[in-house]
């Protein structure tokens, strides 16, 4: 989708994810109070959406429902309406696709992230994935997609085709460099992705590694969408560490105003057009 067409550029962090600990960053984000002062500083920064990432009492990876229901309740007592706040559904190799199915079933977000490489892996899981994104989408729940490599794009795209999938418009997260020997992205390698999609879904990019940046900024140029953060990438375009999240997404805004890029608000962001229902106000998010 152009510039043209949904001109904000929303600009989304992802604080924490599945892997990185303390000893990784003492700024990375665990606590549900920690999350919360995240996002409200992000927020200041220019960010419209966090992805939530929660941990278990071993600071492993979860999908817990509670967990999830705290987190996002700090949050959103830190930021109001300011913010979207996208659950992720991503398996790390710990949760089934029904486990996946079930955590936003019982919770249902505001927002949430699916790989389609996890939740219809095959063609024997197309029937049971077909049911749950018809239920998301009469949930009102914001969907993105996640797709690994330009070529999913044509997996997906027959997903869509044959029903599995509810009819598009759909958001799209490109990751980039999730391949890579020492998983850093380069932003020429947004281009396939950008060209493979053909029905001109309003699409995302996030990026590993100190080119995070200038990965984000050409998914600006291009008419796309950000998202950045500790999950992924710990350096300022400059090489150095970045002090916390906020300053992630503080570079890319300076970025994108440089490119004639506003930044969307939460307001716009829930005005995003995927072809869904607007989320239901008044649940978790």
Same mark, same amino acid.
């Given at each position: 989708?152009?510039?043209? *067409? ?8 992802? !604080?924490?994810?599945?892997? =990185?600990?303390?000893?990784?960053? !003492? +700024?990375?984000?665990? &606590?549900?109070? $920690?999350?919360? #002062? ?5 927020? @200041? +920064? ?12 071993? /600071? ?8 999830? %229901? ?6 959103? $007592? ?11 559904? #991503? &398996? ?6 029904? $486990? ?5 079933? /019982? ?18 899981? #197309? !029937? ?5 994104? @018809?239920?998301? %989408? /009469? ?9 690994? @490599? ?6 997906? #795209?027959?997903?869509?085709? %044959?029903?599995?999938?509810? !009819? ?11 391949? @890579? =020997? ?6 020429? $390698? ?8 053909? &029905? ?10 100190? =080119?995070?940046? +200038? ?30 999240? *906020? ?16 930044? &969307?608000?939460?307001?716009?962001? %829930? ?15």
């Amino acid at each position: 989708m152009p510039a043209a *067409a949904w001109d904000p550029l929303l600009l989304a962090v992802a !604080p924490n994810g599945a892997r =990185k600990t303390k000893a990784d960053h !003492p +700024a990375l984000p665990i &606590a549900p109070a $920690e999350l919360a #002062e995240t996002a409200r500083r992000c927020v @200041a +920064a220019g960010a419209a959406m966090i992805h939530l990432h929660v941990r278990d009492a071993a /600071e492993a990876h979860s999908l817990d429902v509670g967990r999830y %229901r705290e987190a996002t309740d700090a949050v959103r $007592e830190a930021c109001g309406e300011d913010i979207v706040i996208q659950v992720t559904t #991503e &398996a790390v190799g710990r949760f089934t696709p029904q $486990e996946q199915m079930d955590c936003v079933r /019982e919770l249902v977000p505001e927002a949430a992230s699916f790989a389609v490489r996890e939740l219809v892996p095959d063609a024997a899981a #197309e !029937p049971e994935a077909g049911r749950f994104f @018809a239920w998301v %989408r /009469e949930a009102g729940i914001q969907a993105q997609f996640i797709l690994y @490599a330009p070529e999913d794009l044509a997996r997906f #795209e027959d997903l869509v085709a %044959r029903g599995v999938l509810p !009819p598009g418009p759909h958001f799209l997260l490109f990751v980039l460099g999730r391949y @890579a =020997k020492d998983q850093t992205s380069e932003p020429a $390698e947004l281009l396939p992705f950008v060209q493979a999609n053909r &029905a001109g879904h309003p699409w995302a990019v996030c990026a590993f590694g100190p =080119k995070e940046t +200038a990965c984000a900024l050409t998914a600006a140029a291009l008419g796309g969408h950000a998202r950045v953060g500790f999950e992924n990438n710990l350096f300022l375009p400059d090489g150095e560490v970045a002090p916390d999240n *906020a300053a992630l997404v503080a570079a890319v805004a300076r970025g994108a105003a440089a490119l004639g890029r506003p930044l &969307a608000d939460a307001a716009a962001a %829930r005005r995003l057009p995927v072809g869904w229902p607007s989320p239901p106000r008044g649940r978790l998010g």
